[in-house]
């Protein structure tokens, strides 16, 4: 490449300064440089000439201060000079300064990749953190159902012992019984639940009150019925053994308990209740006009008990035989003293009638 002259550099800074808007600065340089006689067609210079000659200079050395004996790929690795380091600077000098610049920019790329290194761990971090929290929750809702299923195994296991204890108890009872049964105690009835047609051959029917049944009690002590009525009677029913039949019941097998002599359809003569002692010897009634009358089992009056002012509902006496309770209409119970046949006691406390007693 051959080298530019003088006259060519004067002519390009003449054709700047013109085009710059330098006239006098201009003519001045032209006429002082003999510009005129150089020969130089001007119409072959293009427009900023001088410009793209100083550009290219300029590249020309940046690329010779980037450019190393070692270094093969200096395209991939280009660190751009400022125009002024490039005009007061020797080659040597760019290109410390592109060292300079390079190990820089490689420590800028060191601390991004450490940067980016470091966020990586504390995203690995956060991430094995998160994975953490997650399994604790996992834990927690498992212990959770699992101490839901211990709860429930638990329910379960407690209602099993509770039918198992029921079970052992009704074992239990009923190997009581048996044992009862073994022993000669009662025999409980049987019950049944089907229906059972009664043939009036095994019925036997015991005929005498005049009008409604209110009351029957077997006595303890043989075959002895108590039976009251609305007819102002009560009835000792001496039942024979054997089975079952249709009699009528001659006199020696009755004993008519009269409580009133005369008229026998008044309403306050009804018999509403009666109760044998333990032992079978005494009968106890209770009739609508509030008196309490003691016989024994031939029939006999013992005593009249006077002290109830209504109707009484309800007779019993106690396990020992020494008392006997009643019930009225007149909300109150009186305890009788069975030796004296006093009142020992009388209770006051309902506000509604006494309508059954029992000790």
């Known amino acids: 490449m051959g080298a530019i002259t003088s006259a060519e550099l004067n002519f390009l800074v003449f054709r700047y300064l013109q085009e710059s808007g330098f006239v006098h600065a201009a003519f001045t340089l032209g006429y002082e440089a003999g510009l005129h006689k150089g020969g130089i067609d001007g119409n072959v210079v293009p427009p900023g000439a001088l410009i793209t000659v100083v550009q290219k200079g300029l590249q020309y050395i940046e690329l010779e201060a980037n450019t190393d004996e070692n270094d093969e790929e200096a395209e991939k ?40 290194e470091k966020e990586c761990i504390i995203e690995e971090h956060e991430h094995r953190l998160a994975g953490e929290r997650e ?106 053994d054997g089975p079952c039949g249709s009699i009528q ?5 009755v004993h008519v308990l009269k409580k009133f002599k005369g008229r026998t ?10 109760d044998w002692n333990g032992e079978g010897t005494l009968l106890a009634t209770g009739s609508y006009d509030g008196q309490a009358r003691i016989w024994s089992r031939d029939g006999e009056l013992k005593q009249t008990l006077f002290k109830h002012k209504g109707p009484i509902f309800s007779l019993k006496w106690n396990r020992k035989g020494d008392c006997l309770l009643s019930g009225s209409v007149d909300k109150t119970a009186i305890v009788w003293d069975t030796k004296t046949w006093e009142c020992k006691q009388q209770y006051e406390f309902h506000s509604a009638p006494t309508l059954d007693v029992d000790w």
């Open 265 to 274: 359809n008044e309403k306050s003569k009804d018999v509403t209740t009666l």
């Open 249 to 253: 019941p001659s006199p020696a097998s």
């Open 77 to 116: 690795d280009f660190a751009l000079l400022e125009p002024l380091e490039i005009i007061t600077k020797d080659v040597e000098e760019l290109q410390r300064i592109v060292k300079k610049t390079k190990r820089e920019r490689l420590q800028i790329d060191l601390d991004k990749d450490k940067g980016k």
């Open 135 to 240: 399994r604790e929750r996992h834990g927690k809702e498992k212990d959770k159902e699992r101490e839901k299923d211990r709860t429930e195994r638990y329910k379960v296991e407690e209602k099993e012992k509770e039918r198992e204890k029921q079970h052992t108890e009704r074992i239990d009872k009923f190997k009581h019984e048996e044992d009862s049964l073994a022993s000669g105690g009662p025999t409980p009835m049987d019950v049944s639940t089907t229906p059972h047609e009664i043939l009036s051959a095994d019925v036997t029917v015991l005929e005498g009150h005049s009008s409604e049944v209110f009351a029957c009690a077997w006595s303890p002590a043989g075959s002895l019925l108590a039976s009251g009525s609305g007819d102002s009677t009560a009835r000792i029913w001496t039942i024979p």
